[in-house]
């Protein structure tokens, strides 16, 4: 029968090999540290993780699919200068925390799998990462002492603070909490503020938080919110001289001096041979080769989450971004296709959801658009991609959006973007009406906004259309 550790409480461990494993309902690892008495490691190798998974005395040992791994440790193999193995629980997910979960367990077993000691790891909160447990010396002998230690530097910091090496920077990306922008602006009340993943691919979505009978936005107080209207008074869009301008750099341009006149790239038209490569601001006609108008295209947009290298670097971070389309009437947002709600009210435009396959392979998410079907009132579209579980575009690569022709499935244009920015959001690019024609334009643009609800405020600097 085992014996329950309170935090602090240590026993005797009279067994030579033990076995420490973790009960816990989120993706997490389990790690060592073996650890002198100055509380560092001798070398690298005295770090067992994933990715180093053997060390002095301790092998980290896989569990049944979707368990943590756990840690064999025979302790008269373990060298005599380490005084203490301290096993460590790393969320797989550096934005969650623990205390949005039941409270992890730490069980120590014998080599039989006869449970010795368990200790439940309350008190948790904000962490990520967690010191659970050690094996320590104590006048020859070994014991076992619950610890239950938060850690709230990140992984790369806590394993650099026991002396372990560190030296590819994205490794500390992957492991840490991800950088944050500039904070944005509360979401409208019309949207919803913290949006869960959607929970079928079916479309229209049936969930009446998202589709009620009256619609999306949800109906009350509509969209835009009554008062101040949209934008807010004295924030019109693009916002005057000596406010906002690039994104984290302070005002632009500096007082007293002019705006500098922009100089967008030239227009460009469509090919039936080959698709156009858009660069940033560049502009394309929705016309086929010959005049004809388009009328039902597809928006492909992709990415692939950046594989990082170095000590930790077998892993490819969980990188969960989704697609969506916001519709304008002129300044004011009207509706939204979306992981939440897939098709728009007036069926113009249907979110594909997720992991498509078939007709645009390698596209990670695909939006359909039948521009004979946009509201009149309609001027503009904005597609724009943001971080569920706010990593950045710095743990991004090859984003890209394509326009294929929905009749033929050719592609017509892409846009990719270069290099990772350190945004949760990216207004990828935007559809508009220039008289009787509808008109794309490459934008690449980042902000701070984890859904779409967030995202809103953002989009008003992209509608002039000069």
């Given amino acids: 029968m085992s014996a329950t550790l309170a935090k602090g409480q240590n026993g005797p461990l009279a067994t030579n090999d033990v076995v420490v494993s973790i009960q816990l309902t989120a993706p997490a690892d389990l790690s060592a540290l073996l650890v002198t008495e100055q509380g560092k490691v001798r070398s690298d190798a005295d770090f067992v ?41 790393t969320l797989d997910d550096a934005n969650s925390n623990f205390g949005q979960f039941p409270a992890p367990t730490a069980i120590v077993s014998d080599a039989a799998g006869n449970r010795l000691y368990e200790y439940q790891i309350e008190g948790l909160s904000s962490e990520s990462i967690v010191i659970a447990l050690e094996l320590y010396r104590r006048q020859g002998s070994w014991k076992v002492r619950a610890v239950g230690q938060g850690y709230a530097g990140g992984f790369a910091a ?22 944050q922008a500039a904070p944005a602006p509360p979401p409208p009340p019309a949207y919803p503020t913290q949006p869960p993943p959607p929970t079928t691919p079916a479309y229209p979505a049936q969930d009446p938080q998202y589709a009620p009978t ?26 005057p001289p000596g406010r906002g301008g690039a994104p984290g750099q302070g005002a632009y341009p500096p007082p007293g001096q002019p705006v500098p006149p922009q100089q967008p790239p030239a227009e460009v038209s469509l090919s039936k041979d080959r698709p156009v490569s858009l660069v940033k601001g560049q502009r394309v006609t929705l016309r086929k080769e010959g005049g004809a108008a388009l009328t039902f295209v597809k928006m492909g947009l992709g990415w692939d989450p950046v594989k990082s290298r170095g000590m930790f670097g ?7 971004l989704d697609a969506s389309v916001v519709m304008f009437a002129d300044t004011n947002p009207v509706d939204v296709a979306y992981y939440g709600q897939l098709t728009s009210k007036d069926g ?43 990593h950045t575009f710095e743990q991004v690569q090859n984003a890209f959006c394509r326009l294929v022709d929905g009749t033929t499935n050719a592609e017509l244009a892409r846009y990719t973007l270069a290099g990772g920015m350190p945004f949760t959001a990216m207004a990828m690019s935007k559809v508009f009406r220039v008289g009787n024609d509808w008109k794309m334009q490459a934008l690449g643009e980042g902000f701070a906004a984890k859904h779409p609800g967030e995202a809103v405020p953002h989009l008003g600097r992209f509608l002039q259309h000069g």
């Fill in 49 to 89: 993780f994933f990715n180093q998974p053997s060390g002095p005395g301790v092998n980290l040992q896989p569990a049944p699919a979707g368990q943590p791994a756990s840690l064999a440790v025979s302790l008269n193999s373990v060298p005599a200068d380490i005084a203490q193995i301290r096993a460590v629980i």
């Fill in 348 to 390: 113009s435009i249907r979110h594909q959801g997720d992991n498509l396959t078939g007709e645009g392979e390698g596209d990670d998410e695909v939006i359909l658009v039948d521009l004979t079907r946009i509201p009149a009132h309609v001027s503009t579209l904005v597609f724009i991609v943001t971080s569920y579980k706010g």
């Fill in 158 to 179: 806590l394993v650099t603070d026991h002396g372990v090496t560190v030296d590819d920077s994205s490794s500390q990306q992957q492991a840490a909490p991800a950088p």
């Fill in 314 to 320: 077998n892993r490819t971070v969980d990188v969960d």
């Fill in 214 to 239: 009256g619609g999306y936005p949800p109906p009350g107080p509509g969209y835009p919110p009554p008062g101040p209207g949209y934008p807010p008074p004295g924030q019109g869009y693009p916002p």
